[in-house]
């Protein structure tokens, strides 16, 4: 029997044709075909797709796809609402808490995408938190070590059972607001908050909690441990914890102190950074393991990224002070730091400094307070001289004052 072909072109709104044999024929099409021999798959609609010519199949097979697509996401979406349904309250409260259209990822290497929330929490990765509100506190656990019980345990725990690690979160009675135009003190203890909760948790410091691991998701283990959501108060407790560790904790985050000297540039932050971990090294730090150290902070926070001779400049700064004098042999304390610096800012050292900085600069404006001179003499107004030299008014009035 020979194989059926059928025609490359079929007059619109027919559904017969003539064969070979000048017979009536009538062409039931694609769809119909592969209904009645029960093989209508998507891929094999979608094969029929590309290969058809003719625009009234063509129609009648996207048509089909599409009621198709459309049937599953109203599935997806009822077992989605029946999933957060059957939930932990605490999860529920999370869900709806959550951003309209959040971002979400499966793998974070292929990007992000914006769905709506029902079908952002169907992917493993998503977004928690609305851009100005914090709903809940994330922490990214990359141990498996028991948390501090010093502390409050976070409300709900996603582990991923491969490896152990888990994400933690504390879900705020209120959320906190952020932003500019939020309360700038309010912001700052939630700051203070999160950063003692990470440390007590040993919590990466360089995560910063935009996707979090989703606790809907089936491929992650997720733990209810407290069902209450809290109050900042209740963790008020690691403040004091963290205060009353010895400055080389190792526990300590190492970047916090570069974010305060983040506006002095890169080498001061990179420097604040790096002396710590570097103090609790004792008589091993030397110049190459403190380089080490500062050329991986370089790599990690610095963009762009400082020069050589910059960084081996920093690790010998570093290096030679924990090694120097009585420094020997032991760790810096915050009380040796205060020590120091009393001592290399004392007012006559600083009033000298500022002594040759001012010589300094008024050698570099001599040539500019010469011509301001000259253009006064010639009757020139403050203002046409200060715009000339590119300089202030009153700095022209200074300089002609003196």
Not at 70 to 98: C, D, G, S, W, Y
Not at 286 to 302: G, I, K, P
Not at 310 to 328: D, F, H, M, W
Request: charge should be positive; include cysteine; glycine fraction near 4%.
């Amino acid at each position: 029997m020979e194989p059926f072909n059928p025609p490359d072109s079929i007059p619109r709104g027919q559904r017969t044709y003539i064969n070979e044999h000048h017979q009536l024929v009538v062409w039931p099409g694609w769809l119909t075909l592969l209904n009645r021999n029960q093989t209508a798959t998507d891929n094999n609609l979608k094969r029929a797709l590309s290969w058809c010519k003719d625009d009234w199949d063509r129609q009648e097979i996207q048509s089909e796809l599409d009621r198709r697509s459309a049937k599953r996401k109203v599935q997806a979406t009822v077992k989605t609402e029946k999933t957060i349904e059957n939930a932990h309250p605490i999860l529920q409260l999370f869900v709806n808490r959550m951003p309209k259209r959040p971002m979400f990822a499966d793998v974070l290497d292929h990007g992000t995408k914006v769905r709506p929330r029902l079908e952002s929490i169907r992917h493993k990765e998503v977004q928690v938190n609305l851009p100005w509100a914090r709903q809940c506190l994330v922490f990214d656990l990359d141990h498996t070590d028991a948390l501090d019980t010093k502390l409050p345990p976070p409300n709900i725990v996603v582990k991923n059972s491969v490896n152990g690690h888990r994400h933690a979160f504390i879900v705020w009675k209120t959320p906190v607001l952020v932003g500019p135009n939020a309360s700038q003190k309010a912001q700052k203890y939630y700051t203070d908050i999160a950063t003692a909760v990470g440390q007590c948790w040993q919590a990466d410091p360089n995560y910063t909690g935009t996707l979090a691991h989703n606790p809907l998701y089936n491929h992650w283990k997720t733990e209810i441990l407290q069902p209450e959501p809290y109050e900042l108060a209740d963790f008020k407790q690691a403040l004091q914890i963290v205060r009353s560790m010895p400055a080389n904790h190792p526990r300590l985050r190492t970047s916090e102190w570069a974010e305060n000297y983040a506006a002095q540039g890169r080498n001061c932050r990179t420097w604040e950074a790096c002396r710590w971990p570097s103090y609790a090294l004792g008589t091993g730090a030397t110049v190459d393991v403190v380089m080490e150290l500062v050329q991986s902070f370089d790599a990690m926070h610095n963009s762009p990224l400082l020069g050589y001779r910059e960084c081996l400049t920093i690790a010998k700064s570093i290096s030679r002070y924990t090694l120097s004098g009585n420094r020997q042999n032991c760790a810096m304390t915050h009380d040796d730091w205060q020590r120091y610096v009393d001592h290399t800012h004392r007012p006559e050292v600083q009033s000298e400094r500022g002594k040759r900085s001012g010589e300094v600069r008024r050698a570099k404006s001599e040539d500019k307070r010469i011509i301001a001179q000259g253009m006064a003499d010639q009757g020139y107004k403050l203002v046409t001289i200060a715009k000339q030299l590119d300089v202030n008014r009153s700095t022209v009035h200074r300089w002609l004052r003196s």
